[in-house]
Structures are given as C-alpha cells and as structure tokens.
C-alpha cells in the first residue's frame, strides 16, 4: 500500500471517530435533561410558561390597575342618605361583611361619611361599590325604573327580578308593616330623591343606558333586571347630576365593569389583540355594544379565544 493511500485511510478513520465521539456527547447530555426532568425542550417550555405568565399580569394590569382607577363623581354623603332611608341596613351590611373580612376605613366613610370625594374602584372593593351603587340605583326615583321594561306587566312586576327580589339589604317597609324579603326592597324602590336630574340629564341616562350591556345576561343598563345592571344605573345617574360628558360616562362605565367581570374584558382584550387592535384604542361605547359586553356577544368572543386563567366577578347576589 502506498503511503498517500495509507494517509488518506488513516485520516477517513479519524473523522469517523470524531462523529461517533460527536454522538456520543449528544446523547449524553439528552439523558442528562431528561433525568433532570427537563427534557430536550424543557428551557424553551418554561421560558414559555414564565413569558405566558408575564403576558397575563400586563394584560390585568391595562384592564384592572391593581392601583384602582377614580371614578369622575364624587360620593359626598350619599351613603348616609341611603342608611337614613333604610335602602341600606347598616347593620345588615356590617353583618355580611364581617363574615368577609369586614369593613375596612375607606368603606366605613362611603357608607356613614358626608364629606367623601371621589369614589375609586379597585379589585379588592369592586363587590363593595357594587352593592353602593345597587342600593342607589335601587332606591333613586327614575323613570326608567317607573315606565321602562322593569315595570312591564309581562314580568309580573318589578320585584320579581334578582336587582329587586336579590337585594336583602334594606331595612324593610317604611311604615313597619310585617312584609317578604322581596317587598323590603320593593318599598325603596324608586321612592328616593337622592339624585335629582334635570330632563336634558335624564335623556342622556336613558340614550347612554341603552347602550351599556353585561355579560351575566342580554339585557342593557335600561332593563335593570340584575345587580350589575341597577348599579350601573345608579352610576349613570350620579354622572349626569354631576354633569359628566356622554364620552366620558362610556369610559367610566367600561372601567367600572371590568373590574365587576374582570375575566370578560381580559377576554375581550384578548381578542381584540388577536384582531389587530389595541384595547386602548377602541371606542368604550363599542365594547359595552351587545356585540361584546352582552351575554350572547360575549360567548361568541369566548368561544375564540383561550381560557384567560382569571377568575372573579359576575355574581348576582350581595
């Protein structure tokens, strides 16, 4: 055998060696991460959880601060009107908050202060201010609680809906006459003038309430019929006395319905974003349409989107 030949097999049987070592370090370290229990992916796929992760805070933090957002009405000493009234027991209301915590200085002062400033909702009161603004939606004087659907023969009367017949936190009948749960509330029921419209802000409430839905059912903020709905009409009416712009009564109202069902407008925001559009930039009135905040607009949003993972919200009871 000549020497060249000899060379060149000489080296073939070297490079054979090096991919075979090659081999051998590669499967090594594959059992080295699957005994570790990361396998060949496993810092792809938790850097993939943590990323998932990340992406969830952002987007509960765009639509429910966790530092709260200031409502543009001040609360002043409706919370002491509606107790003298008896639309609130107090101490029906202190009862069913000791069993949750209690009632921390900032809720004492809404329900029993006559100087409050501007209501803020935040994630740990948003159940709290719900149930304010049911009791003044509940109790305020109105026409849309007088003439519109609530008061439609068809239903039977307006007490036999879970805004009316739900709300278990009144102090019953004014002139002290033994009555069902259901008529304690009845007997509030747009008998109060806490609130006193002008008819250009009543207009605005109606046209404005028309056009805000909930996702707990399909009807809109007109048709009051659940507490979401009663409580954020008492919110329309506190922003038109307070002479709050149309514009703005949509932005507050999709602020404070987010923090009421928050896994429904992470949901939407989800959506939105897999459509190209930034939730900052779309129109509040547009997301509180039927086609997005109603029940049945928003099971359809759902059914194209994954679970967003955040639980809260959308009870009908106190």
């Given at each position: 055998m000549s020497l060249v030949k000899l060379m060149k097999k000489t080296k073939l049987k070297q490079t054979e060696i090096l991919l075979l070592a090659l081999i051998a370090v590669i499967?090594?370290?594959?059992?080295?991460e699957t005994l570790a229990g990361k396998g060949i992916q496993g810092g792809l796929a938790v850097k993939s959880d943590k990323t998932e992760k990340i992406s969830e805070e952002n987007y509960e933090q765009k639509i429910i601060p966790k530092d709260g957002v200031v409502l543009p009405v001040k609360w002043r000493n409706l919370g002491t009107q509606m107790t003298k009234a008896g639309v609130?027991?107090?101490?029906?209301?202190?009862?069913?908050?000791?069993?949750?915590?209690?009632l921390n200085d900032e809720e004492k002062k809404l329900l029993e202060g006559i100087d409050n400033g501007n209501l803020k909702i935040t994630r740990e009161n948003s159940s709290f201010v719900l149930?304010?603004?049911?009791?003044?939606?509940?109790?305020?004087?109105?026409e849309i609680l007088e003439n519109g659907p609530m008061s439609d023969k068809k239903y039977g009367g307006a007490g036999n809906f879970a805004s009316t017949g739900g709300w278990?936190?009144?102090?019953?009948?004014?002139?002290?006459?033994?009555?069902?749960?259901?008529?304690?509330?009845?007997?509030?029921?747009?008998?109060?003038r806490f609130i006193v419209l002008t008819p250009e802000q009543q207009a605005l409430v109606e046209?404005?309430?028309?056009?805000?839905?909930?996702?707990?059912?399909?009807?809109s903020t007109y048709f009051p019929d659940c507490n979401h709905g009663m409580a954020m009409l008492g919110l329309l009416e506190l922003m038109a006395s307070q002479r709050v712009s149309e514009d703005e009564m949509y932005k507050t109202a999709l602020a404070v319905n987010s923090y009421w069902f928050p896994d429904t407008y992470i949901t939407i925001a989800k959506y939105l974003k897999s459509q190209g559009k930034n939730w900052d930039k779309i129109d509040p009135k547009e997301i509180l349409g039927f086609d997005y905040s109603s029940g049945a607009g928003f099971q359809k949003v759902r059914s194209k989107v994954e679970n967003t993972g955040f639980k809260g919200g959308g009870s009908c009871g106190v």
């Open positions: 499967a090594l370290l594959y059992v080295f609130i027991d107090k101490s029906k209301m202190e009862e069913l908050y000791a069993s949750r915590g209690g149930n304010l603004l049911w009791a003044l939606g509940l109790g305020n004087k109105n278990t936190l009144a102090r019953g009948n004014p002139e002290g006459e033994q009555t069902p749960y259901r008529a304690g509330a009845m007997s509030h029921y747009s008998k109060h046209k404005v309430s028309k056009g805000i839905y909930r996702p707990c059912c399909g009807n």
